[in-house]
Each structure stands twice: as structure tokens, then as C-alpha cells.
């Protein structure tokens, strides 16, 4: 059952087009993430369907209704703010309450449910507090109750993290997580940290320059990007200009990137002579395990020891790469000015058309 | 270290000539006031005689009531008025809200008298206004009295509330009213349940100096309010009449005004401490020591204070201060300069102040207010 329908949504500031031709449905129960670099219109968005803003162009539907003239008073939506926006003149319990007060719910009930709300964030026994007795961390999960108690349709959230330390960061995420999946209501999470949104999302849509780039599951983001963009922003990769050449059989092509030559799949490039090969950092082989394509080898520039994984820089051909090796073993790092040696899977490739950002690959992929 | 105990003996200094400064010139002077009233005006011993006769009187219990009533009738329409515009000039886009803002600040320059005597060439007994209303056929009420003092000072005052209140509307947290909607509240509602109270402090702040600023008044009630006395309009009858003047009677009139004007700060310090988070909204901007900060003190007002102050707190005490002190200091030296003397007082903390808000508004919450503090500490910050 779909939660939020959205149908082709255009926003303008002015000469600006913050958002351009959205369509979107989100699933009840779904925690779904608009993903971006800052100013690319994720949180225009999430602002618009909590009726902040009103869109110029198209529809939005909430749980079947057309609310694009309900005002947000009337919207019933539950956001959390980036700066947490808990009201400063209360205590924990009367902001919690502020929202169910509004609604005229008998005193029982409000207190049920606030008692609920708290509980579920962890927060019983601070009833009494102010705002200003509480870590940034708490003052969000006020926030988080705050929205949850009024038992909203749908779950906002504008960066409601990216105040917070990086520990209490990852804390949060999943405790917001497993609330969202306990009450099952829909939630709509707006964030330009992909580490955060791969780790928290059901699905994600990443958003730039105004425009819905991708939308799909986590795994589908990282491993099959559709352009160039999605590609860079979601996860570390290696982007050189290549020229395409000719055809290799076997589903491969040349692809020249200055004296570094590549074997790449060919499906999709026809008619195609620039593009972008990007492939990432975790997708190097050794040289031992590659069938003996694509073997490349570098001038260390520096390292870089992440205790899991060491990243390399290094220098070929006038480009640098990053290359990752996962479960380092002493002597797996060499000192800098080395020749490192390694080779790119042909599968791993992706191939770009350099004029669009496209991917190019074979259709039955799409 | 050696620069420490450096510092140590310019904040001794600074502490020292900040004392010698209050005393010279604020608690002698008072002190002497202080003595005239109670002094028996014959024989010069000491005597509760004024006092008795202020508290026993009609005459001057009156003029207390009317001094009151005044100041808190001002104190009102001046919010009636002053509350909207700041609303609308800071929430809504309306032409020429700069121009309205630069026009209330210029009513709030001129000398209280011209706005009085404005009223009197308008709605006077042949002010142009009554004539043209008579001429069609209504009577419109007298201007002399209260009725006239209070509009003319709620109009010459407002600004102090509409600037105050707009400095802050400006600086609250945008995200607070979203919330309040995002929860269900309409506009009305989020305005009198997360937007006033956060504003309260500076409110009350704007209140306060008007409430001052009303309750000393000599232009206006001279000039506009008749038969109807107030305590500076009898303040200065005391002082000037030719049959018995009487300093010692006056005097205990300023005291009685210091101690309401005494009265009400401490109320307005205790209402916004109790409500202070308007500067302490979550996103705060954070008041960040320097070097130059932390070395040498920032000469503010005539004393430091240890604690930053809500600005409105900081900026009515130099009002205060200038309406009260400097006026009553020198009634006791030159009683005949009273009058050209309130009126230059109340110029310059108009003036003080417009410079002060407007400061304030481009540098923000947070910043310790330049002022006096009667919690003034002996030792400074650090």
C-alpha cells in the first residue's frame, strides 16, 4: 500500500529550481531516504510534503488523500528537526504532550501516550527536565518522541543527526531504525552522509541539481549506479577518462585512458568513443587471482591504515587511483614509492558517457 | 604568571575607578538627596515630616496614583501597538516596513514635549482637528488630562517595545514555530504558545523602559496634562513655586519615584531569569573569548558585571540610571534647572538607546550587553 505518492512535483525560489519533475512512492511502513549533497532540494522536498512549502507543479498524496492545499497544521506529519527544535520554555513532558494538547485528547490518553512515546526513546524518568538539562542527543530523542506521540502518518526526519558526535551518531540511526520498524509508520529521511543512508534505508532516492537521480534499495545504489554522479556520491571510486576502442570479443572492449589500457564490457557503449571508467577502490584483485586483463601497476604515493582495510594512493599513467586491501597482513603495506601491482575485474567497470554521466550497459540491466 | 598578575592589577584599577565613579557620582549626590528629605525644612534636624505629609496627603497620594496609573496605561497601549508592528515588519514582507521602523525610531528622538504640543495644535481647544470634527457635528473629548498624556506617551513610546520585540523576533529559532505547526497548532496558536513566551524577556525589557520613560515624563504631562499632577510635574511645583518651594518635599518625591522605578526592575530581573531562554535557544550562538577579551576589559557602562545579561536587562539600567539619578542628582544642587534637565535626559536616552538597539540587532543575541548591573561584582569575569 502506498503511503506518499508524489507526481510530477516542481518547486521554484524564484529564478531557482530547487525541485524539478519528482515522482515518488513510498511504500507504508517503508523508511525511505532522499540522499544528496547540501542544496540539491532533498530537504525542499521533505519540507514540501510536510506543507512548509507549497509546490508549484504536480500532486502529493498522503495515505490516499491529495493534500496539496491541506495546510501543515492539518497534515498530521511528525518532523524532527535538524536542530532538534524542542521547545525551550518546556519541560520534556509538555513538549512531548504539545502536539496531543493541540488535539484536545482527554488527559488520560495524553498521558498514555506520552509515557509511550517516552518509553520508546528511552527517555522515562526525565519528564520534569528542561531542554536545557539535556545532551544534544536526548534533546533529539525529545524530538523523535515529539513526533511519534501525535502518531503521525508519516515520519519526517530533516538531517536529525548531523548535530550529534559521530559515536552518538550511530546510536541514534539504529535506535531510529528499530522505533520506525516497531510502530511501522512510514518514514521519510533526508541526509547527505551515505554511510548513514545505506545503513538505515529500506530505500533511497539520491537527489541533485533538483532531480531525482536513482531511486532503489541500498544495495542497488552502490553496486549499479545509473550516471556518474550517483557513482562518486554513493561510496569512494576511481573515475578516469577513458576513449573507447575497439571491440575485444567476448562482450569486452579496449578503453584507453593515455597509456593505460583497460578491457571493459562493451554492452551498451556502441556508438559510444568518450566516456568515464570508474570502478572501486574494494574491486582490485592481485595479480595472481586476475585472468590476466587489466593488470595494472602503480607508484605508491601514500597509505592510509583503517585497521580492517588499508587504502592506497597511488600514481599511473598521470592519474591517481585509491585502491582498498581488505584484512591487511604485516607486509601487505609497502613503503611509499613502491610499485604496486593489481588488477581491475573487467565486471567491475562501469562505463559513463562522458557528455551525459550515463551509465552505459546492457539493457536487460535497467 | 607574570602576565596574570598583570591583568589582575588592571582589573583592580578598573574595579577601583568604577567604584570612585559610582560613589562620586551617583551615591553622594543621592545621599545628599537622600538628607533633604529628611530634613525638617526649619530647623534642619532630622525628620520624617516629608514623609508623613507625602503619605498623609491626598494631594500627593493623588498625584502618586495618577503617576502609576499613567505609567502602567502607557505601558499598555504602547504593547497594543508596539507587538503588531514588530510582528508584521519581521514576519511579513510589507513595503516600507523600513521606512515605519525609521519613523518610530525619529518620534522616539524627539523631546516628549513636541509630541505633546503636536497633540494640543491637533485636538487642543482650537486644535484644527476638533474645529474640522465640529464643523460636521461631533465632539470629540477633551485632550487635556490623562486621556492626552497616555496617547501622547504611548505614541512617543511604543518603539521601545516594537524595536526590542523585532530584534528578537529576528533572532529566534524559525525551526521552534515549525514545529508547533508541523504538531497541529495553527498560527494563532503557535504564536501565543512558543512564539511569545520566547520573546517574553525582551517584552517585558521594552516594558519596563516604557514604563519608565512614562512614569518620569515631565514634557508631556506639563505640557498636555491640565490639572491632572503627576509625581515629576509635582516634583517640579515643589521646587518652583514662588510661595513656599519646598526641596525637601521634592526630594522625597524623587525618592518615591527611584523606589517604584526600583520596584519594577526587580520584577522584570526576576521574570526573565525565571523565563531566560530566549538567549538560550538550543542553537545559541556561541560567545566565543578572545584574546583581546580575556586580557583587558571592555570598559561597559560605569561598572562590570560577572554575568551577561539579557541585552534588555543591560540597556534600561543606563536608562534608568540617566531618567533617574542624573536629574535627581542635580535637583538637589540647581532645582531650577529641572525641567530643561529632564528633557535633555530623556533626549540622550533616546538617543543611547536607538544606538544601543541598533548595535545589537547586527551583532546578535549573545553578546554581554554594555550596562550597569546593582549586582555589580567586586572582582571581574574570567
Known amino acids: ?366 | 604568571m607574570n602576565l596574570r598578575g598583570k591583568r589582575a592589577d588592571v582589573w583592580h584599577l578598573v574595579t577601583f575607578i568604577g567604584f570612585a565613579i559610582v560613589i562620586v557620582f551617583l551615591i553622594y549626590p543621592l545621599f545628599d538627596v537622600f538628607q533633604y528629605s529628611f530634613k525638617n525644612k526649619e530647623t534642619g534636624e532630622l525628620s520624617l515630616a516629608n514623609w508623613k505629609e507625602f503619605f498623609g496627603r491626598a494631594y500627593y497620594m493623588r498625584a502618586f496614583g495618577h503617576s502609576m496609573f499613567i505609567a502602567l496605561a502607557t505601558t499598555f497601549f504602547s504593547m497594543v501597538l508596539g507587538i503588531p508592528l514588530a510582528f508584521f515588519t519581521t514576519r511579513y514582507k510589507i513595503k516600507g516596513s523600513n521606512l515605519l521602523t525609521t519613523l518610530s525610531v525619529l518620534a522616539l528622538l524627539s523631546p516628549t514635549f513636541i509630541g505633546a504640543y503636536s497633540w494640543i495644535t491637533m485636538l487642543g481647544r482650537n486644535g484644527f482637528l476638533r474645529n474640522l470634527f465640529s464643523s460636521i457635528g461631533i465632539t470629540l473629548p477633551p485632550i487635556y488630562g490623562a486621556l492626552g498624556i497616555i496617547l501622547a506617551d504611548s505614541l512617543q513610546y511604543y518603539p521601545f517595545i516594537s524595536l526590542m520585540l523585532a530584534g528578537s523576533l529576528m533572532t529566534i529559532d524559525r525551526s521552534l514555530e515549525e514545529a508547533s505547526e508541523n504538531l497541529g497548532a495553527r498560527a494563532t496558536k503557535t504564536f501565543f504558545s512558543v512564539t511569545m513566551p520566547l520573546v517574553l524577556p525582551s517584552l517585558t525589557g521594552g516594558a519596563l523602559i516604557v514604563f519608565m520613560m512614562s512614569l518620569s515624563n515631565f514634557g508631556t504631562p506639563m505640557i498636555i496634562g491640565g490639572n491632572y499632577l503627576v509625581l515629576p510635574t509635582l516634583a517640579y511645583n515643589m521646587f518652583t513655586s514662588e510661595v513656599g518651594e519646598s526641596p525637601g518635599m521634592a526630594s522625597t518625591v524623587s525618592i518615591i519615584l527611584m523606589l517604584c522605578a526600583a520596584v519594577v526592575i526587580v520584577l522584570q530581573t526576576w521574570a526573565s531569569s525565571r523565563r531566560k531562554y530566549a538567549s538560550m535557544l538550543v542553537n545559541r550562538p556561541v560567545v566565543k573569548k578572545t584574546q583581546g577579551s580575556q586580557g583587558f576589559p571592555r570598559p561597559s557602562g560605569l561598572l562590570l558585571h560577572r554575568r551577561p545579561l539579557h541585552p534588555a536587562v543591560g540597556s534600561h539600567r543606563i536608562l534608568f540610571l540617566q531618567e533617574y539619578f542624573g536629574p535627581g542628582v542635580q535637583a538637589g544642587v540647581q532645582p531650577g534647572q529641572l525641567q530643561a534637565d529632564f528633557l535633555r535626559c530623556a533626549q540622550d536616552g533616546g538617543q543611547q538607546l536607538y544606538l544601543f538597539l541598533r548595535g545589537r540587532t547586527s551583532h546578535r543575541a549573545g553578546r554581554n550587553a554594555p550596562g550597569l548591573c546593582h549586582r555589580a561584582q567586586a572582582k571581574p569575569g574570567g
Open chain 1, 1 to 366: 500500500m502506498t503511503s506518499i505518492k508524489i507526481t510530477g512535483v516542481e518547486k521554484r525560489f524564484g529564478e531557482l529550481l530547487a525541485l524539478s519533475d519528482i515522482n515518488l512512492a513510498i511504500e507504508k511502513g517503508e523508511f525511505f531516504t532522499l540522499l544528496g549533497p547540501s542544496g540539491c532540494g532533498k530537504t525542499t522536498l521533505l519540507r514540501t510534503i510536510a506543507g512548509f512549502y507549497r509546490q508549484d507543479k504536480g500532486d502529493i498524496w498522503l495515505g490516499g488523500e491529495l493534500i496539496n492545499d491541506v495546510p501543515a497544521y492539518l497534515r498530521n506529519t511528525g518532523m524532527v528537526f535538524q536542530n532538534y527544535a524542542v521547545f525551550p520554555h518546556m519541560t520534556v513532558y509538555e513538549n512531548v504532550a504539545y502536539g496531543l494538547k493541540v488535539r484536545k485528547l482527554p488527559a488520560q490518553e495524553i498521558e498514555k501516550r506520552v509515557k509511550g512515546a517516552l518509553r520508546n526513546v528511552h527517555l522515562e524518568g526525565y519528564e520534569a527536565r528542561t531542554p536545557d538539562k539535556l545532551s544534544g542527543g536526548q534533546q533529539q530523542r525529545v524530538g523523535l518522541a515529539r513526533a511519534m506521540a501525535i502518531e503521525p502518518r508519516v515520519l519526517l526526519f530533516d538531517e536529525p543527526l548531523s548535530n550529534l558526535d559521530a559515536k552518538l551518531r550511530v546510536e541514534m540511526r539504529d535506535e531510529i531504525r528499530a522505533v520506525q520498524k516497531a510502530l511501522g509508520i512510514t518514514a521519510v529521511y533526508v541526509t547527505h552522509d551515505q554511510e548513514e543512508a545505506l545503513v538505515i534505508s529500506d530505500r533511497i532516492a539520491v537527489v541533485n541539481f533538483g532531480k531525482i537521480q536513482q531511486v532503489g534499495p541500498p544495495w542497488e545504489i552502490y553496486k549499479n549506479p545509473v550516471n556518474l554522479f550517483v557513482a562518486t556520491f554513493v561510496g569512494k571510486i576511481n573515475a578516469l577518462d577513458v576513449v573507447l576502442g575497439e571491440d575485444l570479443g567476448s562482450g569486452l572492449r579496449r578503453a584507453q585512458a593515455g597509456s593505460l589500457r583497460f578491457a571493459v564490457p562493451s554492452a551498451g557503449t556502441e556508438g559510444c568513443s568518450d566516456a568515464v571508467l570508474a570502478f572501486r577502490p574494494e574491486e582490485v584483485v592481485e595479480t595472481a587471482d586476475a585472468a590476466g586483463v587489466n593488470r595494472l601497476s602503480g607508484t605508491l604515493v601514500s597509505t592510509a591504515f583503517l585497521g580492517t582495510v588499508v587504502s592506497m594512493e597511488l600514481e599511473l599513467g598521470g592519474s591517481t587511483i585509491v585502491i582498498e586491501r581488505h584484512r591487511p597482513k604485516k607486509g601487505d603495506i609497502p613503503a611509499t614509492g613502491n610499485r604496486v601491482e593489481f588488477a581491475v575485474p573487467p565486471e567491475s567497470c562501469f562505463i559513463f558517457d562522458k557528455r551525459t554521466g550515463a551509465r552505459l550497459r546492457a539493457e536487460e540491466g535497467r
